[in-house]
């Protein structure tokens, strides 16, 4: 399979076979893959058993119908997970697990930094985020109500509808008292 990638500093097209790609040039190329294709994101899950009844879950998908790039990202990071959706062959790597995005995904991506402001800015985030977990934060009502409002920002202007919101967590308390 042949790949062409756009060199930033040099302006000029390549076309370079998956064996000629060094590991910078690979890095590079991932990363706007992901770019493109990426998502960084923070979902909630009701756990009776949780101190606060909220599981907060970290994860970062890229979705393709090419495995075979999914495949090379999945290599570089030496993790996560790829699944195929039946009805329509979409493969996507999924990573949540806290370890693997702690030590693997968000290093790769500071070192192999994301150029749209968008996607950086998602990415900024989701490590903002991810730094209040690797502290507790997340375990306490004051951790959680940031970690909530820091993810109302991620992703801001998607067309999709979160499973849980704020408000979902922190319902707005109503006085039961008439002021007249």
């Known amino acids: 399979m042949l790949i062409f ?20 040039e690979k890095g590079w190329f991932l990363a706007g893959f992901v770019e493109g294709e990426g998502s960084f994101n923070v979902s909630l899950r009701r756990k009776n058993d949780y101190k606060l009844g909220w599981q907060v879950v970290l994860s970062f998908n890229v979705s ?11 290599k570089e990071l030496n993790c996560g997970i790829i699944k195929v959706r039946k009805f329509d062959n979409l493969h996507s790597l999924d990573i949540t697990n806290p370890n693997e995005i702690i030590h ?16 950086r800015k998602n990415f900024e985030i989701f490590c ?3 730094n209040l977990m690797k502290k507790g934060s997340h375990r306490t009502t004051n951790g959680l109500k940031k970690i909530l409002k820091l993810r109302e920002e991620l992703n801001k202007g998607k067309a999709r509808k979160r499973k849980y919101e704020y408000d979902d967590v922190f319902p707005i308390r109503k006085s039961s ?4």
Do not use: N
Not at 64 to 74: A, F, G, H, R, S
Not at 104 to 119: A, M, R
Not at 177 to 180: F, N, S, W
């Open 177 to 180: 008292e008439t002021i007249c």
């Open 64 to 74: 393709q119908k090419d495995k075979e790039i999914l495949e090379l990202l999945k």
């Open 104 to 119: 693997k995904v968000i290093p790769y991506f500071q070192k192999f930094s994301l150029f749209s402001s968008g996607k």
């Open 128 to 130: 903002q985020i991810t």
């Open 5 to 24: 990638y756009y060199m930033v500093k040099i302006r000029s097209v390549r076309t370079i076979s998956r064996k000629g790609f060094s590991r910078e």
